[in-house]
């Protein structure tokens, strides 16, 4: 007895002819082919490779918005003091309908923006009595009179400038915070506090979780990556710097970024991550899929491909 | 009667897949006429493009993740790396949509179709791990950008974009291991099953 014959499913068996093959010479070709294609590509158009920035750098170029970014992390207004999981439970982060995924697994790479971005990184400078004195005064203190002296020095911030090598803002009641955020991009400017806030663990690190998150926190980063279209809206996600055709398989990843309502959604970030994981999904079990899987016949693109075949019939 | 020599096991697994795959499958020298279209090139290519990414990655591995920026000869191998990886998935998509519209998932060709899709998605991520671990400004940017994604579908808290030590282990031994092995799987189910057939429309019969 035989089944009825699905043309999305199954397939006729082949009673025609056979042509020579020699799998290995072919084999062989390609990979000289592509080997001389990749050596031409790469002599001509080399690659990518501009330096990655540093806290040194950044401060030095913008000390101003360095000290605006140290002083979000110290007063909680900065992306990743408010970020929520894996670094904190500021906030319950993004959610996709009522699934709440990243507070779900949670905070597990913790990051205390003040002590670890600013605190702790001031205490690993030596031999500064006015700054030991001013930390044994922030240690000492009540977490009101210091979220007080911090809201002074906030409120004061807005007309920051940078001037003979010092932060200036006109402010009193700010307890130590002035001389915080100053020695703090002092001690950003000297390069000092690229390695405090990766040594924090020890001699040896390949993690640069903290430093990064700083860098984000601040507009410089951003500022370049603008610079070199590489901003989401800019289609960034596929892009890299230069003119490299960078990650284009990633077209489908950053369209769904650029329309609504992607583009306006507080959850963007979730819901374009479920939607490709659900694309991914059916395009693994495309087989499966009445409707899907008719598509090539009725297409009928296969005409174009076996057109010698077909002209043979 | 049936000895202990061939109930062992290595003496099953021989047989099963001498049944399977016999040689003049695994090497054939005759296809049916009916491959004889550009489109089949880009499966070869494909897998040409990852002897050249595997091989460019090696040597960038044997001098070290610091060696391409302080040297010429590490800037070139790594401009090699880099375009192997583009003719790679540009070969890779072609090869996909290509197999797509011949619908080759047919005639018991399904976790042929399956294990060449997982491949591209797992694929994609060591592209992805590789553009996290080349530690420039590329590199802060694309992971300070994508923690987002990571980070918001719960997978941030065990996959950190932001540790170069767990990217690039990602990227030079698991990724790379998963897409080779699948690849490898991938090719002997294609030479187990054969290259599928033109749609027959006159053909009632299930044939396999």
């Known amino acids: 007895m035989t089944k009825a014959f699905r043309p999305d499913v199954d397939a006729p068996e082949w009673k025609g002819g056979y042509a020579p093959y020699d799998i290995l010479k072919e084999g062989t070709i390609a990979l000289v082919v592509v080997a001389l294609l990749t050596i031409a590509l790469a002599l001509i158009f080399s690659s990518p490779d501009e330096h990655a920035v540093t806290i040194k750098s950044w401060s030095n170029a913008t000390p101003v918005d360095f000290a605006q970014t140290a002083l979000s992390e110290l007063n909680g207004t900065s992306g990743t003091a408010q970020y929520g999981a894996p670094y904190n439970t500021a906030s319950e982060?993004?959610?996709?309908?009522?699934?709440?995924?990243?507070?779900?697994?949670?905070?597990?790479?913790?990051?205390?923006?003040?002590?670890?971005?600013?605190?702790?990184?001031?205490?690993?400078?030596?031999?500064?009595?006015?700054?030991?004195?001013?930390?044994?005064?922030?240690?000492?203190?009540?977490?009101?009179?210091?979220?007080?002296?911090?809201?002074?020095?906030?409120k004061a911030a807005s007309q920051m400038t940078y001037a003979n090598g010092q932060v200036v803002v006109s402010t009193t009641n700010a307890g130590p915070v002035p001389l915080f955020i100053n020695d703090l991009t002092m001690m950003a400017r000297s390069g000092a506090l690229d390695q405090a806030l990766v040594t924090q663990h020890g001699f040896y690190t390949t993690d640069y979780t903290k430093p990064l998150l700083f860098l984000s926190d601040g507009s410089y980063l951003k500022n370049l990556a603008q610079k070199d279209h590489l901003l989401g809206t800019q289609w960034g996600m596929m892009n890299e710097t230069g003119s490299y055709p960078g990650q284009a398989w990633l077209w489908l990843y950053t369209f769904w970024y650029q329309v609504t309502p992607f583009s306006t959604s507080a959850n963007a970030d979730v819901q374009v991550w479920g939607l490709m994981m659900l694309l991914s999904v059916i395009l693994l079990f495309v087989p499966f899929i009445p409707g899907l899987r008719s598509i090539p016949r009725k297409s009928r693109v296969y005409r174009l491909i076996w057109r010698e075949h077909y002209r043979n019939l | 009667m049936t000895t202990e020599i061939d109930r062992q096991w290595t003496t099953r697994l021989r047989r099963r897949a001498e049944g399977k795959l016999p040689p003049e499958k695994l090497l054939p020298?005759?296809?049916?006429?009916?491959?004889?279209?550009?489109?089949?090139?880009?499966?070869?290519?494909?897998?040409?493009?990852?002897?050249?990414?595997?091989?460019?990655?090696?040597?960038?591995?044997?001098?070290?993740?610091?060696?391409?920026?302080?040297?010429?000869?590490?800037?070139?191998?790594?401009?090699?790396?880099?375009?192997?990886?583009?003719?790679?998935?540009?070969?890779?998509?072609?090869?996909?949509?290509?197999k797509f519209f011949m619908a080759s998932w047919r005639g018991g060709r399904t976790l042929t179709w399956m294990t060449g899709v997982v491949t591209f998605l797992a694929s994609i991520a060591a592209g992805f791990t590789g553009y996290a671990s080349q530690s420039n400004f590329d590199s802060q940017w694309i992971t300070t950008q994508a923690k987002d994604g990571i980070n918001a579908s719960g997978a941030g808290s065990f996959f950190n974009v932001l540790n170069l030590g767990q990217m690039l282990m990602w990227h030079i031994v698991l990724l790379p291991l998963v897409a080779v092995l699948l690849t490898v799987l991938h090719v002997l189910m294609v030479r187990v099953k054969g290259v599928v057939p033109p749609f027959s429309d006159e053909t009632t019969e299930v044939a396999r």
């Open chain 2, 29 to 98: 020298d005759t296809q049916p006429s009916y491959v004889s279209s550009w489109i089949y090139v880009f499966g070869v290519t494909t897998m040409a493009a990852l002897c050249m990414v595997i091989a460019t990655g090696c040597v960038l591995a044997i001098f070290g993740p610091q060696w391409w920026h302080t040297s010429s000869v590490g800037h070139f191998v790594n401009s090699l790396h880099l375009w192997a990886v583009e003719i790679f998935f540009f070969a890779m998509v072609i090869h996909l949509w290509g």
């Open chain 1, 93 to 154: 982060g993004q959610k996709l309908g009522p699934l709440a995924l990243a507070k779900w697994a949670g905070a597990r790479i913790p990051v205390n923006t003040v002590r670890d971005f600013v605190i702790d990184p001031l205490r690993a400078l030596p031999d500064q009595p006015p700054l030991t004195q001013g930390l044994a005064t922030w240690r000492s203190a009540s977490d009101a009179t210091r979220t007080n002296w911090v809201a002074h020095y906030t």
